[in-house]
Every structure is written in structure tokens, then in C-alpha cells.
Nanobody, 123 residues
Framework: QVQLVESGGGLVQAGGSLRLSCTAS????????MGWFLQAPGKEREVVAA????????YYADSVKGRFTISRDNAKNTVYLQMNSLKPEDTAVYYC????????????????WGKGTLVTVSS
């Protein structure tokens, strides 16, 4: 049973920073593309950032380029999302995602989801 457990969400003022972590109970973590999605109230879930299995290729949504950084530590089965210069519009539930042997942005969809962690940015 694959489990993705997120942590690091919370309340922060605009301009502040947070680091999200997602630890995966996956024996073959290095074979998974990983990523982060967000879902704001009343809106669809959308990809924020993605990283390939080796960690040498990344993708960012235009709205977070230059502010967010995704990374992974395969020895710890963990993927991170460093969020800087946070804005009120970044407020959302952030979900960790994993897909076997492909990107989480692939049209076949995400294989596994975490339960989400809430990020609230106050103005």
C-alpha cells in the first residue's frame, strides 16, 4: 500500500516562506515521478511543480516560477517544495502526487495522492 504523507503547511504572512515535505512509503521511490498540486476553494486541482525520478528535470507552473523550488531526496523517499515570496493567491490545499515510471503531468494521470496540507497566506 503506497502512502504519501505531506507536512509543512500552515499560516504565513505574504512575502514569507514555507517548505512542504512529502514522504513516500514506496520501495521503488526512484522509479516514480513526483510532484505537487494545489486546489484552491471552488477551483480544480492543478499542478504546481513536478520532478523526474532522477531529480534532474523539473517543471513549474508559470504562477510559481522563480518563487517555488521542487527537489527530492531519494535516500529519504522524500520530495520537497520550497515556497518563497508567498502571495495570498497561493492559499490552497497542497497535494503530493506520484506516478510510476512517468511524470505526474502525464495525460494518464496521477497514480497516488497524499491527503493534502493546507497553506494559508495572509495579506
Amino acid at each position: 500500500q503506497v502512502q504519501l504523507v505531506e507536512s509543512g503547511g500552515g499560516l504565513v504572512q505574504a512575502g514569507g516562506s514555507l517548505r512542504l515535505s512529502c514522504t513516500a512509503s514506496i520501495r521503488t521511490f526512484t522509479r516514480f515521478g513526483m510532484g505537487w498540486f494545489l486546489q484552491a476553494p471552488g477551483k480544480e486541482r492543478e499542478v504546481v511543480a513536478a520532478i523526474n525520478s532522477d531529480g534532474d528535470r523539473t517543471y513549474y507552473a508559470d504562477s510559481v516560477k522563480g518563487r517555488f523550488t521542487i527537489s527530492r531526496d531519494n535516500a529519504k523517499n522524500t520530495v520537497y517544495l520550497q515556497m518563497n515570496s508567498l502571495k495570498p493567491e497561493d492559499t490552497a490545499v497542497y497535494y503530493c502526487a506520484a506516478s510510476f515510471l512517468r511524470s505526474v503531468r502525464d495525460h494518464d494521470g496521477v497514480d497516488y495522492w497524499g491527503k493534502g496540507t493546507l497553506v494559508t497566506v495572509s495579506s
